[in-house]
């Protein structure tokens, strides 16, 4: 073969090659995107959310709502939410108050027993940090609302112990006269402070 010919036949192998090894590594890269999209299940037994709001405007009052249940996702960029809430489940501690809560007054459980948060999008703002928009609803009524979320850790913690886990936080504030729970505007503060507190298992 002439050295021309051999000349032209190693540059035609090595653009293949790299046509192919550029082709890899592409598809490497999708599949490591999809690998570092995880999603973990609610653990209820180790979750909560967390309400503050102020009482006669002298002292801040705390409550939780037990046993969150849903799914949140995590990858390089980006976090998302999908969280029900059984308003029948409301706990200060107290049980004239939390049955008082129950009722048509504040969240009339009975008609409506369950609130929800789906997000919609996420802003990441730091290594572990997002700003997360997403739809609230409570008493039937749903509003846009913006939350930050701080992924707090994740590690494979043991089979026992239920496997590969993270845990996340959201907080934010809302109006509570805008989801419609009006009662005892003199007593009670209109801006509710809420902490999500999230274990999760991958899925």
């Not at 976090?79 to 501690?93: E, G, Q, R």
Request: proline share 2%; charged share 20%; hydrophobic share 40%.
């Amino acid at each position: 073969m002439k050295p021309w010919a051999m000349l032209a036949a190693a540059v035609v192998c090595a653009g293949g090659l790299m046509f192919i090894g550029g082709g890899q590594k592409s598809a490497d890269a999708k599949l490591a995107s999809a690998v570092a999209s995880q999603t973990f299940a609610i653990d209820t037994t180790h979750s909560q959310v967390v309400f503050r709001l102020m009482r006669m405007n002298v002292a801040a009052f705390w409550g939780r709502i037990n046993d969150p249940t849903g799914s949140f996702t995590l990858d390089n960029d980006s976090v998302s939410f999908d969280i029900k809430l059984d308003m029948n489940k409301i706990d200060t501690a107290h049980k004239g108050r939390d049955d008082h809560l129950r009722r048509a007054d504040f969240f009339n459980s009975v008609e409506f027993p369950t609130a929800t948060f789906k997000s919609t999008g996420s802003t990441k703002t730091g290594e572990n940090t997002w700003n997360v928009t997403g739809d609230l609803t409570i008493r039937g009524i749903t509003k846009p609302i913006t939350a930050k979320a701080t992924k707090i850790g994740e590690a494979d913690v043991g089979e026992r112990m239920g496997g590969y886990k993270a845990g996340i936080e959201a907080e934010f504030t809302i109006n509570r006269m805008d989801f419609g729970v009006s009662y005892g505007p003199n007593a009670l503060g209109q801006d509710v402070r809420i902490i999500v507190a999230l274990e999760g298992a991958r899925q």
